[in-house]
C-alpha cells in the first residue's frame, strides 16, 4: 500500500472532499507538482474566506464537471443526472466565486445517452468506480473534452468537481494520474480516500452516508474500491486511449508538464 501525505488534504473553509492531486509517487521516480489540479465536492458551502483560500493558494480556474441541470435546475426540481454521481438536491445559497478566479463548465455525463444510462443504471454500476470502464469506452469524446479543457486551462491552479468529487471527479483524477505515470496503487488509494472524505459532507447536508451501499455493491462483485481502480488501471493505456479520443499531442505534452516536477 503507498502511504499518503496528510498534506495533500485541503481544509479551506467550506470546501468538501478535497484534496491535492500533488506528491504522489511516479513509476518513474518522480512525484506530481503540488498547486496545479485539485479535486473537490460539490462547492455550495465554500464561505468567502474558502474562496480567499483556494486564491492565496494558487487557484485560478475552478472546473464544473456536473450537468446543467445539476447547476441551474428548474424551481421545485431535483437532481435528475444520469451519471455516476451523488443525488445532490439543487443548492439555494452559494457564495460566488472570487472575479480573479474563472469558472468553466465541461459536463463529462452526457446525459442525452438514456441508453447508456439504463444500462448503467440496470446493471447497478453507477454510483461506484464499476461504471468507469464501459464510460471509458463509450464516452470517449466526453473524456476528451474534458482533459482537453484542463491542458488549455490558465496558469495557475485548477480545482475541478462534481457532486460528491468521487466518481465523475475520480474519473477524470485518474485520467490526470495515470497521465503522470503516477503508481497505480496511488490512484487506487487516492479514489479510495473519497469514503471517509465525504462523511462530513453528507452530514452536512442531512444526508446517509453513501460509503456503506457503494462498498456493499462492490463487494457484490468481490471487490472493494481501490480493486475497482487496479482493475480499470490494469490495461489502461491512458496516452493512446486519450491520442484516440482527440486529445492532441501538444495538450497531452503540455499537461504532463504542468502535472510532473
Known amino acids: ?67 446543467p441541470d445539476e447547476i441551474r435546475p428548474t424551481p421545485g426540481q431535483g437532481l435528475t443526472s444520469q451519471g455516476g454521481s451523488a443525488a445532490f438536491p439543487a443548492e439555494s445559497t452559494r457564495t460566488p466565486l472570487p472575479p480573479e478566479i474563472k469558472r468553466l463548465e465541461v459536463p463529462l455525463d452526457d446525459v442525452e445517452d438514456l441508453e447508456f444510462w439504463k444500462d448503467i443504471n440496470h446493471r447497478r454500476l453507477n454510483g461506484t468506480p464499476l461504471y468507469f470502464r464501459p464510460f471509458l469506452e463509450h464516452k470517449t469524446e466526453r473524456c476528451a473534452a474534458v482533459i482537453t479543457a484542463l491542458a488549455q486551462s490558465d496558469p495557475g491552479g485548477v480545482l475541478f468537481h462534481c457532486g460528491a468529487g468521487r466518481d465523475r471527479t475520480g ?56 480493486d475497482s481502480v487496479l482493475d480499470v488501471l490494469k490495461d489502461l493505456d491512458v496516452q493512446a486511449y486519450l491520442r484516440k479520443a482527440g486529445v492532441t499531442e501538444e495538450d497531452l505534452t503540455r499537461l504532463r508538464a504542468r502535472l510532473l516536477n
Open 1 to 67: 500500500m503507498v502511504l499518503m501525505s496528510d498534506s495533500r488534504r485541503i481544509t479551506w473553509e467550506g470546501f468538501f472532499n478535497t484534496r491535492d492531486l500533488g506528491g504522489l509517487p511516479t513509476r518513474h521516480g518522480r512525484t506530481t507538482r503540488p498547486g496545479i489540479f485539485i479535486r473537490s465536492a460539490d462547492l455550495r458551502f465554500v464561505t468567502a474566506k474558502g474562496w480567499r483560500s483556494a486564491y492565496e493558494a494558487g487557484v485560478r480556474t475552478v472546473m464544473d464537471l456536473r450537468n
Open 171 to 226: 474519473l477524470v483524477s485518474l485520467l490526470l494520474l495515470s497521465l503522470a505515470e503516477v503508481d497505480a496503487e496511488a490512484i487506487a488509494e487516492d479514489y479510495a480516500l473519497s469514503t471517509s472524505a465525504l462523511r462530513p459532507l453528507f452530514t452536512a447536508m442531512g444526508q446517509d452516508d453513501q460509503g456503506p451501499m457503494i462498498e456493499s455493491l462492490l463487494a457484490d462483485h468481490g471487490l472493494t474500491p481501490r
